[in-house]
């Protein structure tokens, strides 16, 4: 195997994805048109994507982080609109947009018109996420799309099986195809809540950091294969024991969330990455297989899905946002209300991505010795909307978010939330630790008592001092100034340790271990910072 175009990949689309951190464009748009500008370019092989590696290798770990860091408490109290974009727009948009396909695109089957609406039903989790954030979206709404984008995968790949099934010939009638979603939803689900729990002791159980990372980057791959083995949905599982390990990890050592942490953004950015690299490089293969239909013929095609796309969109939107709430007192009750801003940034925030392209790849190329109608046509379709969505919707969204001028994030209540919980967390500490230093086993000399006590004043004053003045001519509060006068004493440090390693006072056994030390008090102190 030649690794040598995988590394160029890797490296090509991480570099990418640094540079565009300092564009006012988010990294996904940046990538795609890397991509598209590099399929041309001498030299450069050829990526096609390939089902069998991007569905079971790439999207457990993409979901799984993103399950990760969502709330699973904001998740439940928004389960409606949850379920009614992530399941009910989902085979909406694929009977509504395969409809429409086989009206306009000439001797298309309605069957394999349904596979095209399954396949680009889904928005993407990657995308939606990254522009949200950027773009920065009210909370409720970033737990909506986040939400979405977490379960309509399965809810897709489900309905592509039966319209591929009745494309085939293999029949799937109504009731046939109900029954099959029903198992994959449940079946997927009840495989994560059996898979949650066992994982989470063996995680807390597990006392080396290594062995419980090593763990934690086996977990989705392992749920995915066990749910895709009993003939139900992967994407279910993965999201299930993903968002109860997030809702515990308070629970797991320390030192495993520090290491966790760290590897798993890795983890993130050189997927999500690739996978948006490898949407553009797709491009001369997509198009290499165009065959009979013109480039004007399949450009009009082309047009006419993306728009039945984002108009499907907004008319299962709409109506699902306002009419539970007219029907419903209990719903007018429990959610609060939306004002107009809600659905119209919902139903524009539909990017597709690199799921629905894996998807479409895993199209046959035949059927019972026959061709899959028009199995290129719908790759190109799949391509030029996933292209689409993500130039075009990806580009406006920060723009009619910015017009719209939502309330953003409250910093002030948000650091007043902070310092309040803080300062409860402080003072049973402070009473915790007059318990123990009552026992005579507990002794400690005083100055050392007194340090324990001056941490958590620090760490209790530090948030109430953001809401105050800073320092007049730095702007920093005395927090910040403490650490940054912190870390100039452990650079300090740490060029004497290398110096003496280098005079051979000591030898570099010992240096790992001194910086080692130093680092993680660095890094004590880089998290507080990022935190503010």
């Not at 695109?105 to 396949?119: I, M, N, Q, T």
């Not at 978010?401 to 948000?414: E, K, S, T």
């Not at 123990?436 to 001092?465: I, Q, S």
């Amino acid at each position: 195997m030649d690794v040598v175009p995988l590394l160029m990949l890797v490296a090509g689309s991480a570099a990418v994805a640094g540079a565009a951190r300092r564009t006012p464009v988010s990294a996904p748009l940046v990538l795609v048109a890397a991509g598209l500008g590099a399929s041309y370019l001498p030299g450069v092989p050829e990526y096609a994507l390939d089902p069998h590696v991007v569905l079971p290798l790439l999207l457990p770990p993409l979901l799984h982080t993103a399950a990760l860091d969502s709330s699973y408490l904001d998740l439940r109290a928004n389960i409606r609109p949850v379920a009614l974009l992530s399941v009910g727009y989902v085979l909406f948009a694929t009977v509504a947009v395969g409809w429409f396909a086989c009206l306009v695109v000439p001797d298309l089957p309605l069957s394999a018109a349904l596979v095209l609406g399954a396949v680009i039903a889904p928005p993407d989790a990657v995308a939606a996420t990254a522009i949200a954030r950027r773009a920065g979206l009210p909370g409720r709404i970033t737990t909506i799309l986040q939400g979405e984008s977490l379960v309509n995968d399965a809810t897709a790949i489900t309905a592509y099986k039966v319209a591929l099934a009745a494309t085939v010939g293999a029949g799937a009638g109504w009731t046939e195809g109900l029954a099959e979603f029903a198992v994959a939803a449940f079946g997927g689900v009840g495989v994560g809540l059996v898979l949650m729990v066992p994982l989470h002791w063996l995680r807390t159980r597990l006392r080396d950091p290594l062995l419980q990372n090593t763990l934690s980057l086996l977990i989705p791959f392992t749920a995915y294969a066990a749910a895709e083995q009993a003939g139900a949905s992967g994407v279910l599982a993965v999201v299930v024991v993903a968002l109860h390990l997030g809702h515990h990890s308070w629970q797991v050592d320390f030192a495993t969330r520090l290491q966790e942490a760290a590897v798993w953004r890795v983890v993130a950015f050189v997927l999500e990455s690739t996978v948006f690299a490898l949407i553009g490089l797709q491009l001369p293969v997509v198009l290499r297989g165009l065959g009979a239909y013109s480039g004007t013929e399949a450009a009009r095609y082309a047009v006419a899905v993306f728009l039945a796309v984002v108009v499907a969109r907004f008319v299962w939107v709409y109506p699902a946002t306002y009419v539970p709430r007219w029907l419903s007192a209990t719903v007018r009750a429990r959610e609060p209300d939306t004002d107009r801003s809600t659905p119209l940034i919902v139903g524009w925030a539909g990017m597709r991505g690199v799921v629905s392209l894996a998807i479409a790849f895993s199209i046959p190329v035949t059927t019972d010795g026959e061709e899959f109608p028009a199995r290129n046509l719908v790759l190109f379709l799949t391509f030029t909307t996933v292209l689409g969505t993500l130039v075009v919707q990806g580009l406006t969204l920060p723009v009619l978010i910015r017009a719209l001028r939502l309330p953003g994030r409250d910093a002030r209540a948000a650091t007043l939330a902070e310092a309040q919980a803080q300062n409860e967390a402080s003072r049973a500490a402070e009473r915790r630790l007059d318990e123990l230093l009552a026992d005579e086993r507990n002794a400690l000399p005083p100055v050392l008592a007194d340090r324990l006590r001056t941490v958590l004043e620090r760490r209790r004053n530090a948030v109430w001092e953001r809401l105050g003045g800073g320092n007049p001519l730095t702007g920093e509060s005395v927090d910040d100034t403490y650490r940054r006068l912190a870390r100039e004493m452990i650079d300090a440090e740490r060029t004497v340790l290398v110096d003496l390693r280098n005079a051979r006072r000591i030898d570099d056994e010992m240096l790992r271990t001194l910086l080692h030390r130093l680092d993680l008090e660095e890094a004590a102190a880089y998290r507080e910072e990022g935190a503010d």
